[in-house]
């Protein structure tokens, strides 16, 4: 700006180079003195004023430019810029519209600068002060009060970014208290200092997470860094049989629970050890991805595990409601007493019921008196027909439980703590490298089948079978009673099996080692039990912080447990099999009291 004293100055010497002829004038005078419109040129030709004057001063409307382009043209009173008026700088492009006072921005006035501001408010000595609106080339906008050209006050920013902030201001910093609304949805409301986030405040982030409490310089004064789970390891559940439940917390370095904050989503997944030999037959062939090391001194490779619905009952419910028959029969000592050497197989669940007529003639052929012959065929008959209902009912509630089972359910903090709940471990999906996947189970017969093909190519069959004359005797040549005193003999070497087939490990005479008819058809069993439910062995929880977008920039450490699953538990109620048992001991008594 040029001031208004120069503007006194330079007349003053005009007038004295009027007298010495060194400036020159063209326009209206009175008395000797410049007085109506005029065009005034300065000695060193870089002023140039062109207005209305009085009584040899500038005065009124008039307009000083300068030898750069930069103007004023406005109101002169004696002599000196004030009023209101426009002011162009050549150099920075600001123009400026609005009042002036003593040859200086003073008043209400808009400001357009060159750089894209653009300020509408009030001045005071060519700087913003008080009430004013200030706004940006990015779109950004401060509706607030200003001191000395600084935000300071009380006053609202709204960001290029969208972000607003409305509170206290000093020196152009958000300071004391104040409301940061983020164009994502997070609201922060508390105490600043230099703006920074200082002092008590909370937050509620974008995430869903929470916080209350104090802050220091920005961040959080208890911000956890990984998570903890409580429950403890390891922890043991049968393969068939298990409703794990998780309690997880957010702890600080110290181990300690911050429980000033809520909302957090975690996740849980499950590993299963990928050894180095399987890694290192796959790598050259498939890519290794989804690795997560582990605290336990082995990478493990993640998969999806389950839940069970809350409204469903447990997988213990389901194994107690209808137990196996095949297996709580068979740990009855009277099946091997009442069916001596008779070779009956328990049909396995989804077969049919074996004929009446194939049991009486299978019996008759292994028993010598009529009276034995009818009451095993009749026990026989019981047990065989109520296995199969049994099997039946078994299956169904097995496949409605299994079809069930759910993806498991993301959890939310609450008070830095959370808890997963009815978690349940489905078979290790196909893409998960595993030693087992690499090795070749035996199948029945000696044949060797992959292990992912056992249960799908192996099926147990129901059918009634003999068993060797070593087993049950010549029926031709003893009698009832040298029979039944070799079976009770060979009872303690071999028990009917639940398959109702003998089963011993025979070493050759060569010393090598087969396996009988029942292991065989156990490890079947285990090969289609594989399909259900998860194999024994050790598993990994790992429980994720997932959230989205992450709270303060950076989520938790992982947390994991370890987990022994343990072989297929067998039903512990006894409530179907008291009733067989009680049958068969009412059919070791007399014809007379059985009929």
Not at 114 to 137: A, F, Q, V
Not at 473 to 482: L, N, R
Request: glycine share 10%; hydrophobic share 30%; proline share 5%.
């Amino acid at each position: 700006l040029l001031r208004s004293v120069s503007v006194v100055t330079v007349d003053r010497l005009a007038m004295s180079s009027v007298a010495s002829g060194k400036n020159q004038y063209t326009g209206q005078s009175r008395k000797n003195l410049r007085d109506g419109y005029g065009v005034y040129t300065f000695s060193n030709t870089f002023f140039k004023y062109e207005g209305e004057w009085k009584d040899g001063q500038t005065h009124g409307h008039g307009k000083l430019i300068m030898g750069d382009g930069s103007y004023y043209e406005g109101t002169f009173v004696n002599g000196e810029i004030c009023g209101d008026g426009f002011r162009l700088w050549a150099t920075s492009k600001n123009q400026y519209e609005g009042e002036f006072a003593n040859g200086e921005i003073n008043g209400h006035g808009i400001m357009r600068y060159g750089d894209g501001r653009h300020y509408e408010g009030s001045w005071k000595d060519n700087k913003h002060e008080g009430l004013g609106m200030l706004t940006g080339p990015d779109g950004s906008e401060y509706h607030g009060y200003f001191h000395s050209h600084k935000k300071h006050g009380e006053g609202k920013y709204i960001y290029g970014n969208g972000d607003q902030y409305q509170g206290g201001w000093v020196h152009n910093q958000p300071h004391g208290h104040g409301i940061l609304t983020k164009s994502d949805g997070t609201i922060y409301e508390g105490q600043w200092k230099q703006g920074l986030r200082h002092g008590e405040g909370e937050i509620k982030h974008v995430s869903g997470v929470t916080y209350k409490g104090l802050w220091i310089n920005d961040r959080p004064a208890d911000e956890p860094t990984c998570l903890k789970i409580i429950t403890e390891s390891p922890i043991e559940v049968f393969c068939n049989d298990h409703d794990i439940t998780l309690e997880v917390a957010c702890v600080d370095e110290d181990g300690d629970i911050v429980d000033k904050e809520s909302g957090r989503t975690l996740t849980v997944t499950a590993g299963k050890q990928v050894k180095q030999v399987a890694r290192q037959k796959l790598s050259s062939t498939e890519e290794l991805s989804g690795l997560v090391d582990t605290p336990f001194g082995f990478p493990v490779e993640s998969y999806e595990i389950q839940q069970i619905p809350v409204n469903e009952k447990s997988s213990s419910v389901v194994q107690e409601a209808v137990p196996p028959p095949e297996t709580d029969l068979n740990a009855l000592p009277s099946v091997t007493s009442v069916l001596p050497g008779i070779g009956l197989e328990i049909p396995t669940p989804g077969q049919s019921p074996v004929p009446d007529g194939a049991i009486h003639s299978m019996a008759q052929s292994n028993v010598s008196s009529q009276a034995d012959l009818s009451r095993v065929s009749s026990v026989a008959t019981v047990l065989l027909s109520t296995s199969s209902l049994l099997g039946h009912a078994r299956s169904e509630l097995e496949a409605n439980f299994l079809s069930s089972l759910q993806k498991v359910c993301d959890v939310t903090t609450d008070m830095g703590s959370a808890t997963f709940s009815r978690l349940f471990l489905p078979p290790l999906p196909s893409h998960v490298l595993v030693e087992q996947q690499l090795s070749e189970s035996p199948g029945v017969g000696g044949d060797t089948v992959k292990g992912a093909e056992v249960a799908s190519e192996l099926r147990v069959k129901g059918n009634l079978s003999s068993v060797s004359k070593e087993s049950i005797g010549d029926s031709t040549t003893s009698s009832p009673t040298q029979n039944r005193g070799r079976s009770r003999v060979h009872s303690k070497k071999s028990l009917v099996s639940p398959m109702g087939s003998t089963s011993s490990i025979k070493k050759t005479d060569s010393g090598k080692i087969v396996k009988g008819k029942k292991d065989k058809q156990k490890e079947v069993r285990k090969s289609v039990d594989a399909d259900k439910y998860c194999r024994p062995g050790e598993y990994v929880l790992i429980v994720s912080d997932v959230t989205d977008p992450p709270f303060m920039d950076y989520r938790l450490k992982p947390a994991f447990v370890l987990v022994k699953v343990l072989p297929q538990q067998k039903s512990r109620r006894g409530t179907h099999p008291k009733s067989l048992a009680a049958c068969l001991r009412e059919s070791s008594q007399p014809p007379s009291r059985m009929e």
